[in-house]
């Protein structure tokens, strides 16, 4: 192992500080199945094979044909994995099956990114560490495999941590900062963990009112002992509040809307918290475009400082309107009229056609804020919808008014009352399975109490990388309604986000069951559980997994389960970003209430693409089935094309 010099060194940490370049190497052996239909695997297997052996690109013309890389492997890496030091490297690598992307040799970018990986690794407390060439091992017509060799040596770890407050050692900050500092005594000594550890204090000490606090750091760093001795002197400052409120770009808008989404009020503790809660809260009434929060007087001695509210209205009306195509609905369309200040104030008036293959939809939706307390809401929904399904068709006449609380930023309950006609006009059932519905009624009259809760807490809502989310909902009709048919329905749902390093491992659980309150009456079959799909269980067709009549059509069931896996991941391919995805999926639907059978379960595996947009990621899934149910209405490979993540 190289040592360092004899006598003991000192190292101004700023100087070690580096900016380090994460670009994510391609998986391009994903190319698997993209043209389905029904043949036999082994023919995908002989296409693969041909695209390996001519459908490699090369340089084509009077130009020597370049080396490129086929695959980098590191000796001696123990603490990071070749994976994360490949997404450092600008040198790319062709991977098993690299017909997607040209992976050029370059000596001068690899010996930059040898000193790429050099820096990382003394960014991580490694400062004995040697990066070099290894062997370059030609295995191909002009492919070669590069060998990375890494002696990491020792790494510097933290002996001691001195934190002083206002010149002092013992105070009532002592404790909560050093539980917030990333920095800890005996672990590593890592660049970004000295960097987050002002920014953490900082934001610490301004959301409890201290604004104006100030932070110095030092580390020694003691390469012969291999320790590193950390410093952090922090001065709080004054206490401060709000002061006086200026609101800057008002027209139309009364001001009566800004002071309702405020978290805070003139007087009260100074919370950068609360700041940064407001101008999400201003943002989400969509009255304006633009919201900046800014306070003043922050250089100067005064502890009430003032607060300049700027904003810029948004048009009250917004029409919106869309085109999309999916494996399930087929080609599907959206129209919206959105009218904001309706009536005055923040009401919105928003109207909404909406049409694919197997539903069309026209509604009305109102919805007043701030009623009839500041974090209360009314909406009521009303419209019509027609459902045309496999096993039936029906429309639906229905009003739906419910009342609305935020119980914090990420929790919200709701309770309303559901009132619908339906015409069931098509029942498409084998005859064989005619005890299963209440053929002798056409018509139901459905009056119902339904209630819920929300729990929302992820980075982005149409590509979660980070949190979790919880939804509920619970729906009860009775003769005491004026309802015709008596049940009580309930859904949960959760889901959770995992970053993993580069990938994302994305969870989700789905149970619901309806009880018949009334045996002398049958649930409609509009009102039960089905499965399968591409946001169901991938693998199944729309509808699909679960009861079944003679004929293939989808009967429903009382109770569902299903469960979700997915591995998400960078891809790049011919220089654009991609994610792909393996998945593992599961569930069932039960003709019985309250059923929950394991050993009935229907399990699928898969994989898919997606390439981000604007509006989500576009998709292509590839579900198989590992224990097909004994039928022949489909087959166990099936493929979805949609937008938005499957959950």
């Given amino acids: 192992m190289k040592k360092g010099p004899t006598n003991q060194s000192t190292y101004d940490v700023a100087a070690l500080l580096t900016t380090t370049e994460l670009e994510f190497l391609p998986n391009s052996y994903k190319r698997a199945a993209g043209y389905i239909s029904k043949i036999t695997p082994g023919f995908y297997v002989l296409c693969a094979c041909v695209l390996l052996i001519f459908c490699t690109p090369y340089p084509s013309g009077a130009d020597e044909p370049r080396l490129q890389v086929a695959l980098i492997s590191f000796i001696g890496n123990r603490s990071f994995s070749d994976s994360r030091l490949k997404g450092l490297m600008k040198t790319r690598e062709k991977g098993l099956l690299g017909i997607f992307e040209k992976a050029y040799y370059d000596e001068e970018i690899f010996e930059s990114d040898l000193k790429r990986i050099e820096d990382f690794y003394r960014s991580e407390g490694f400062y004995d560490v040697q990066v070099s060439k290894g062997e370059v091992k030609q295995i191909g017509p002009k492919l070669i495999r590069l060998t990375v060799k890494v002696h990491e040596g020792e790494p510097v770890r933290i002996s001691s941590i001195d934190l002083t407050v ?6 009532s900050w002592h404790d909560e900062l050093l539980k917030l500092i990333p920095l800890k005594k005996g672990q590593r000594f890592r660049i970004e963990d000295f960097d987050k550890t002002e920014k953490n204090i900082l934001k610490y000490l301004a959301d409890w009112g201290y604004p104006k606090a100030q932070v110095k750091r030092k580390a020694r760093i003691f390469k012969q002992s291999l320790q590193a001795r950390v410093s ?17 770009g008002l027209n139309r808008v009364n001001p009566k809307e800004i002071w309702l989404n405020l978290q805070f009020k003139p007087g009260e503790r100074f919370s950068a918290r ?7 809260k201003l943002y989400d009434t969509q009255l304006f475009t633009y919201v900046d929060i800014r306070v ?5 001695e005064e502890t009430e400082l003032p607060v300049v509210i700027t904003v810029v209205e948004a048009r009250p009306y917004t029409v919106r309107a869309g085109v999309g195509y999916g494996t399930e609905e087929q080609l599907r369309g959206k129209l919206e009229l959105e009218a904001r200040r309706f009536l005055g104030d923040g009401r919105t008036l928003r109207g909404l056609l909406k049409g694919s293959f197997i539903e069309q939809l026209a509604e009305l939706q109102f919805y007043q804020p701030h009623f009839p307390g500041k974090d209360q809401s009314i909406e009521w929904n009303t419209g019509w919808d027609h459902e045309d399904q496999e096993s039936y068709t029906v429309n639906t006449f229905y009003s739906r ?6 119980i914090s930023n990420k929790w919200s309950w709701y309770a309303g009352h559901n009132l619908e006609f339906n015409d069931l006009t098509g029942v498409d ?3 064989d399975t005619d005890d299963l519905l209440d053929r002798q009624k056409d018509n139901y009259f459905i009056s119902s109490i339904v209630s819920g809760f929300t729990g929302r807490y992820v980075d982005d809502i149409l590509d979660p990388n980070r949190g979790f989310q919880i939804f509920s909902s619970t729906e009860w009709a009775s003769s005491l309604t004026g309802s015709d048919v008596a049940f009580i329905k309930t859904t949960w749902e ?3 986000y995992i970053p993993l390093s580069s990938f994302v491992l994305a969870l989700r659980a789905r149970w619901g069951t309806i009880v018949n309150l009334e045996n002398d009456q049958k649930i409609p079959i509009f009102k039960r559980f089905f499965a399968g799909g591409s946001n169901s269980v991938r693998g199944y067709p729309y509808q699909k997994l679960g009861p079944l009549d003679s004929e293939g059509n989808p009967l429903g069931g009382s109770s569902v389960l299903e469960a979700n896996v997915d591995l998400r991941f960078p891809l790049k391919i011919k220089g654009r970003s991609f994610q792909g995805v393996l998945f593992f999926d599961m569930g069932q639907v039960y003709p019985g209430q309250l059923s929950l059978d394991p050993t009935d379960l229907r399990y699928t595996i898969g994989a898919g693409l997606r390439y981000q947009t604007p509006i989500g990621p576009i998709r292509v899934d590839l579900g198989y089935q590992l224990n097909p149910p004994d039928q022949d209405f489909f087959g166990p490979l099936q493929i979805y094309f949609s937008i938005g993540q499957a959950f």
């Avoid at 206002?166 to 105070?171: L, Q, R, S, V």
């Avoid at 003043?296 to 100067?300: P, Q, V």
């Avoid at 008014?401 to 935020?406: C, D, E, G, S």
């Fill in 401 to 406: 008014p419910r009342f609305n609380v935020k």
């Fill in 296 to 300: 003043e007087g922050l250089d100067t």
């Fill in 232 to 248: 952090i002197s922090v001065e709080t400052g004054p206490p401060c509040t709000f002061g006086t409120l200026r609101i800057e």
């Fill in 166 to 171: 206002n010149g002092e050692k013992n105070t």
């Fill in 494 to 496: 959760g889901r959770a």
């Fill in 429 to 431: 059932i084998a005859p």
């Fill in 274 to 280: 609360k700041i940064q809660n407001s101008q999400r």
